[in-house]
């Protein structure tokens, strides 16, 4: 699901909730009245209320679908950091992408000072993923082969 959808889906949850707690008033809470009965008010007319999204609850997000917003990574020993934005341009501009893509899946490690960006590379017992160094603004790639590689 993305990012825009999500944020929709909970603003929606939020104003059924709002509307659910400022329509119970103090006749619905008539001892003598069922949960059922309570309930069955509420939701015929949070249904009416619910079509009316004011404005000022809608929120765009400005980030695109799948691209971490303002995700850094900072190297714990000499204090250089890097965004993951400018992790992937320095990817895309090395001979990381002349072997294959970068795949969406990343990480940070902080102790080694590197962004770990999966590529989509076919080599049988290898999981290659582009290294980017923090400190140097460099990337290569780190194969994460499994034992012997054939010739």
Known sequence: MNQNRLTATILYLAILVLAACS????????????VG????????????EVTKIPEELIVETAEPPNQPAGEVCTDVNSGASLSYEDAVDTAERSACTQEG????????????????????????GCNPACVVDLNTKTAEINWRCTGALPP
């Open 37 to 48: 009965d309570l309930t069955r008010n509420v939701i015929e007319v949070t249904t009416e």
């Open 101 to 124: 893509e970068l795949k969406e899946a990343h990480f940070c490690n902080e102790n080694t000072g590197t962004w770990w960006i999966d590529l989509e590379v076919e080599k049988p």
């Open 23 to 34: 329509l119970v008033t103090e006749e619905a809470a008539v001892p003598d009245q069922t």
